[in-house]
């Protein structure tokens, strides 16, 4: 039995980043739908606000060692170390697909240096039908001893000012921030500042698992990033910190969304949308259920659009 897709045309479920306007709420994580193909079969792309690709970087990438994935409560550890096919490879492959597909796409890209982030920027400026670009800053930076960009304030700033001299200034850009640093919305201002039309939050959190019977990590990179509803509070946090700050500012919410209550929670906070990530694995179309759920309960609390209902919980 195939999804049913409701349909209200008085209900806006709309959300907007930069100039781009987007017809649903509900988007997919980058690194947890590749690029879209998979969950092609189960649901039309157009249903999606946008699909967000795996993070691409200017040359191919194989990957970390395996094992890369561990099971913990209320979440997973994934040590997958962006693999991915080079820009190249994306721009003939990937691209031209989604676009067949008639799917909006946010393509996000990864570097080690700023001047990597500007080459990417540079290359996508001149692919036509493209809606956005998520900067996911959440990589070692090689050359300031492997500090991630995401946790120094003017690493973050100078990658994300590269990206907008070399973008152009149609496309909107969402910075994909950490939450392992001390004070996000201290960064969050620095992306801002640099020319940010929009924030991710939030990537995953640093973790370990060690197995008691080898007596080693179980990840072969020993650490990993944690995700799914084990990390929702957390998002949760820095989604309402972040839009306290900068009500003006869209917030992409991530980090554990599976059902529309996690979704209401997260716009509740301040997100004008939310992507849906490790919830795919265990049902690929968790997005659909997300959306549907989501305009249930936006609809039962009288609201007329998502973007009514976007910061609420900051209201005296």
């Keep these: 039995m195939g999804i049913v897709m409701s349909q209200d045309f008085d209900f806006d479920m709309s959300s907007k980043f930069g100039q781009k306007t987007f017809l649903a709420p509900v988007f997919t994580a980058s690194g947890c739908a590749g690029s879209g193909k998979e969950l092609a079969q189960f649901f039309p792309l157009t249903e999606l606000g946008a699909v967000i690709t795996k993070s691409i970087a200017l040359k191919p990438r194989s990957g970390r060692a395996t094992p890369r994935m561990a099971e913990t409560p209320s979440g997973m550890l994934n040590s997958i170390g962006l693999q991915g096919p080079g820009i190249d490879q994306f721009l003939q492959d990937d691209i031209p697909w989604l676009l067949a597909n008639k799917a909006n796409v946010i393509v996000s890209i990864s570097g080690e240096t700023v001047e990597e982030y500007a080459s990417l920027a540079r290359r996508l400026r001149l692919v036509p039908g493209i809606s956005g670009i998520e900067v996911n800053i959440s990589c070692p930076n090689v050359e300031n001893r492997g500090l991630v960009f995401a946790c120094d304030p003017v690493a973050s700033k100078e990658v994300i000012d590269a990206v907008r001299r070399n973008i152009g200034g149609e496309l909107p850009i969402i910075a994909k921030l950490s939450p392992d640093v001390t004070d996000i919305v201290s960064i969050a201002g620095e992306v801002i500042s640099a020319g940010a039309d929009g924030l991710a939050l939030i990537n995953t959190l640093l973790g370990m698992v060690i197995d008691i019977d080898t007596q ?35 917030i992409l919410g991530m980090g554990g969304v599976a059902s529309g209550k996690d979704a209401l929670e997260m716009i509740f906070a301040g997100a004008s949308a939310v992507s849906i990530g490790t919830a795919n694995f265990g049902n690929p179309t968790a997005a659909m259920k997300v959306k549907e759920e989501l305009r249930t309960l936006l609809q039962a609390r009288g609201f007329n659009s998502v973007r009514e209902a976007v910061g609420v919980a900051h209201r005296e």
């Design 216 to 250: 080693k990590p179980k990840l072969a990179g020993k650490t990993g990033g944690l995700s799914g509803p084990a990390i929702r509070p957390v998002a949760v946090r820095a989604i309402y910190q972040v839009h306290a700050a900068f009500r003006n500012i869209p």
